[in-house]
C-alpha cells in the first residue's frame, strides 16, 4: 500500500515506495479518487522515491487518469530524479488543466511549498 499524507485539508501526498504495477498504480489511484469524494477539488504531491522503476505504459495509463480528473486536480507536484519522468510530466502539460510542475528529490521542500500555496 502507498504511503499517502494530508498537507493541508485539499493538499494531499502520496509517496511511490516500491516499482510501479499494475496493481500499484490502480492503488494510488483509489488514494487519489477517494481524496476527490472528500474535496471538491485536491493539490496533489507526488514522490517517486529512488531506485524505483517506473514503466513508460504505467505513466500513459497515469495521464488517461490525470485527464479524467484534471477538473478536480487543481495542482500538481512531481518530485523524482527520473529525468525521463519529469520531462513527460513537461508534456502532460499540453493534455490537461491540471498545473503541473516537476521537481527533483534535492528540491523536496520547493514542492511542498509550491503545492500548499
Not at 44 to 49: A, Q, S, T
Not at 50 to 56: C, F, H, K, M, R
Not at 84 to 91: E, F, G, K, L, Q
Request: glycine content about 2%; some cysteine.
Amino acid at each position: 500500500m502507498p504511503v499517502s499524507f494530508e498537507l493541508a485539508g485539499n493538499v494531499i501526498g502520496v509517496m511511490v515506495d516500491k516499482d510501479i504495477s499494475k496493481d500499484y498504480l490502480d492503488e494510488i489511484h483509489a488514494i487519489i479518487e477517494k481524496k476527490l469524494k472528500e474535496h471538491d477539488s485536491i493539490n496533489l504531491f507526488c514522490e517517486i522515491m529512488p531506485d524505483n522503476s517506473v514503466p513508460l505504459k504505467f505513466m500513459l495509463e497515469n495521464l488517461k487518469f490525470k485527464f479524467d480528473h484534471s477538473d478536480q486536480i487543481q495542482k500538481l507536484a512531481m518530485v523524482t530524479n527520473l529525468a525521463w519522468v519529469r520531462a513527460i510530466m513537461d508534456v502532460d502539460n499540453f493534455f490537461v488543466s491540471t498545473e503541473m510542475k516537476s521537481f527533483e528529490l534535492k528540491d523536496r521542500l520547493e514542492a511542498i511549498q509550491w503545492i500548499s500555496h
